[in-house]
């Protein structure tokens, strides 16, 4: 009997000494992932199965809202109003970690949202499901990848392409540019007023092959 006893201790010594290196391995790992994920420009958030914020990387605390980014999916649409590209409010079953849960990836989704000082910013999302050991949904990985001075940058450029196109049509004298074919690629105004002096000439032929005829 004493041998028995000596011998159930003993499994359930090792069995408790089993226990702890697992679980000392596993906050290891949770340390390790949550060192990398801090290391990521782009703001990272880790979700549980009812959508809620449970962990947050470095960047996505800088715009974390009054709730410290522990929102739910109703309070993220209250804190950040989200929206989509043409500024209608988002519905909440099309928001990405929403969709995430129903087992879709979702990759670079623009939307426009209220950031910490209630300024419009223009983000990509990108949001995937996590499963447990059983192969189940039981959270989602959501990145966030701020756009906004790109998107900010492109309108800049398409104002000074509209201006120098609005400058070019403006000017009293005509203007043709051809390439290297000699073949006319753009016109302004005054350009195709001449135009009207050839009209069966096709202008985008090398000119050797216009036939101009004569007036």
């Given at each position: 009997?004493?041998?028995?006893?000596?011998?159930?201790?003993?499994?359930?010594?090792?069995?408790?000494?089993?226990?702890?290196?697992?679980?000392?391995?596993?906050?290891?790992?949770?340390?390790?992932?949550?060192?990398?994920?801090?290391?990521?420009?782009?703001?990272?958030?880790?979700?549980?199965?009812?959508?809620?914020?449970?962990?947050?990387?470095?960047?996505?605390?800088?715009?974390?809202?009054?709730?410290?980014?522990?929102?739910?999916?109703?309070?993220?649409?209250?804190?950040?109003?989200?929206?989509?590209?043409?500024?209608?409010?988002?519905?909440?079953?099309?928001?990405?970690?929403?969709?995430?849960?129903?087992?879709?990836?979702?990759?670079?989704?623009?939307?426009?949202?209220?950031?910490?000082?209630?300024?419009?910013?223009?983000?990509?999302?990108?949001a995937a499901p996590l499963l447990n050991s059983q192969g189940n949904i039981d959270g989602v990985v959501l990145i966030t990848r701020d756009i906004t001075d790109l998107r900010q940058s492109e309108r800049e450029q398409q104002k000074r392409a509209n201006e120098l196109i609005a400058t070019f049509e403006a000017m009293a004298d005509a203007v043709f540019v051809f390439d290297k074919q000699g073949g006319v690629t753009q016109t302004n105004a005054a350009a195709r007023q001449l135009f009207a002096l050839y009209p069966d000439v096709d202008y985008s032929r090398p000119q050797a092959e216009r036939g101009y005829g004569t007036l």
């Open positions: 009997v004493g041998c028995t006893i000596s011998i159930g201790a003993s499994q359930v010594e090792r069995a408790r000494r089993q226990s702890e290196q697992l679980a000392h391995s596993l906050a290891a790992e949770r340390a390790r992932l949550a060192t990398i994920i801090d290391t990521v420009p782009d703001a990272v958030s880790i979700h549980d199965a009812a959508g809620t914020v449970v962990q947050l990387n470095r960047a996505g605390q800088q715009n974390a809202g009054p709730q410290d980014g522990n929102e739910t999916l109703e309070t993220s649409q209250q804190t950040y109003q989200v929206r989509n590209v043409t500024g209608k409010l988002l519905p909440l079953e099309e928001f990405p970690v929403a969709r995430a849960l129903r087992g879709e990836t979702v990759t670079n989704s623009e939307i426009i949202f209220l950031d910490a000082e209630g300024l419009d910013r223009q983000a990509l999302l990108s």
